[in-house]
């Protein structure tokens, strides 16, 4: 990108919009859970976000992905449960189900995710306040004070004793001057998709098309016989059926057909665009991504109504409100977890969930991704969620302190939200003890967590 040309703004007074004991900026999987988990007791909880709505990536269309292990038992408890519970009473959410390819997949309804999004942080009393940008930070040394928004009211301040990052690209710790990295060794990161919806699908003729001609519809990972016993899944492969797409001229950006179920009758997500190239933290770039994301969605919408059996009478219903960002900035903490953290199962005394997705890398280049699964679950350490240097801050979501091959793994939305529950639990101990969150007692903070029902792996569930 060409050098910006630079001017000198005039110094002024900035007003203070409010002051809180704890801010989490980011409405999204970890933002919701991290604002719940920190408020109570007369702790004061902000929460910040540039949108009309809360959930952030759970109203795109995607399934929740990684509530179970490999080994099929639940590892992401907690609060995280407690929200699908919530979609559950609205009929908003499926059960946790097992997938041959992702561990589980969780349906929800995006527009009631916003809903209850809402009024779950109105319930724990946490101030949500939508429309602001963060834009800057106030920094006294090395501590972090506040965060600087920009809305309609112009610049403004939020102070805050405690602020959780969960922007997922890791805004307010770049602005505090912690050190980050943006994609593999050459810079390159996971290209972003953006998601569409088809309704008036016949999903059942889809279904028993591949579970019958499994030589015609080859999934990946997935066997025949997942798709004779589920009339809700997910469908990735159709190689073949794409190949003669393109032999019939299609342009099709992926190796891939990617397609999920809703949960309402005949309605089917599909997950197929892919913009390489896409800077999610650069506005010209995403500007980039959506125009070519829109594009890209004709010629898919064209492909399978042609070419894939269910989709002869399929109509467009919806766009994704935004694109699927899968990777930006990560901070570098206290610790950097690696790709072989996760595939040896390594153990940390100072965990804070586990999870177990695999290794999902969407390849910079090209069209199609890698999977490397570790066989059971790992840990991620607090550690990670800690960056160097400045206090007063946490990070929680994709943008903790990994490798680009462990992130991802971690970026998915159900270990999202356990990293937003340890996130602010531990916000709320840090004002308890009038500490910085990088000092408090980690096994305090583990303690608090079984509490509430988090999983911390079967030895913690035996010693409570």
């Known amino acids: 990108m060409e050098k910006l040309k630079t001017i000198m703004e005039p110094a002024r007074q900035t007003p203070v919009r409010m002051e809180v004991d704890v801010l989490v900026v980011g409405g999204g999987p970890a933002g919701i859970m991290a604002a719940q988990a920190a408020s109570g007791d007369g702790v004061r909880v902000a929460l910040i976000d540039n949108r009309s709505f809360v959930g952030g990536n759970m109203t795109i269309g995607l399934p929740i992905l990684g509530f179970l292990g490999q080994k099929g038992n639940q590892i992401i408890k907690g609060l995280p449960q407690k929200f699908i519970d919530r979609l559950k009473e609205v009929n908003a959410a499926s059960e946790h189900r097992p997938c041959p390819l992702h561990m589980s997949l969780t349906l929800v309804e995006p527009e009631a995710v916003k809903n209850i999004g809402l009024k779950v942080l109105e319930e724990a009393g946490v101030k949500v306040l939508l429309y602001v940008f963060s834009a800057g930070v106030v920094m006294d040394g090395n501590e972090l004070k506040g965060v600087i928004i920009e809305s309609k009211s112009g610049r403004e301040v939020i102070l805050a004793k405690t602020i959780v990052d969960c922007t997922g690209d890791a805004d307010v710790a770049f602005r505090a001057g912690v050190e980050c990295d943006q994609g593999n060794e050459l810079g390159g990161v996971q290209p972003p998709t953006l998601m569409f919806c088809m309704g008036s699908v016949d999903t059942e003729k889809l279904r028993v098309s591949i579970a019958k001609e499994p030589r015609t519809y080859l999934t990946d990972f997935i066997p025949a016989e997942y798709f004779g016993q589920n009339n809700q899944f997910i469908v990735v492969g159709l190689r073949s059926v794409m190949q003669k797409a393109r032999e019939a001229g299609f342009n099709l950006p992926v190796e891939r057909t990617i397609l999920i179920t809703g949960l309402r009758e005949g309605e089917i997500w599909v997950n197929m665009s892919r913009v390489n190239g896409v800077d999610g933290t650069d506005p010209e770039s995403l500007t980039f991504g959506e125009m070519e994301g829109r594009r890209q969605v004709q010629e898919i919408q064209r492909y399978l109504k042609e070419f894939v059996p269910g989709f002869e009478e399929a109509v467009f219903t919806k766009m994704a409100p935004f694109l699927g960002i899968r990777e930006t900035r990560r901070i570098v903490g206290n610790y950097v977890l690696t790709a072989e953290d996760l595939l040896d199962q390594r153990r940390f005394e100072d965990a804070i969930a586990v999870a177990s997705y695999p290794l999902d890398i969407h390849h910079p280049e090209g069209g199609d991704c890698t999977l490397t699964w570790c066989g059971d679950s790992y840990d991620i350490p607090y550690r990670s969620l800690v960056p160097q240097k400045v206090k007063n801050l946490l990070v929680a979501g994709r943008s903790i302190s990994t490798t680009h091959e462990a992130m991802s793994a971690i970026r998915v939305m159900a270990p999202c939200m356990a990293m937003g529950e340890a996130a602010g ?36 569930k035996i010693n409570r």
Not at 439 to 452: G, Y
């Open 425 to 460: 639990r531990a916000a709320k101990l840090a004002i308890k003890h009038q500490v910085s969150p990088g000092d408090i007692d980690v096994d305090e903070l583990r303690t608090e967590l079984l509490k509430h029902d988090v999983y911390l792996g079967e030895e913690e």
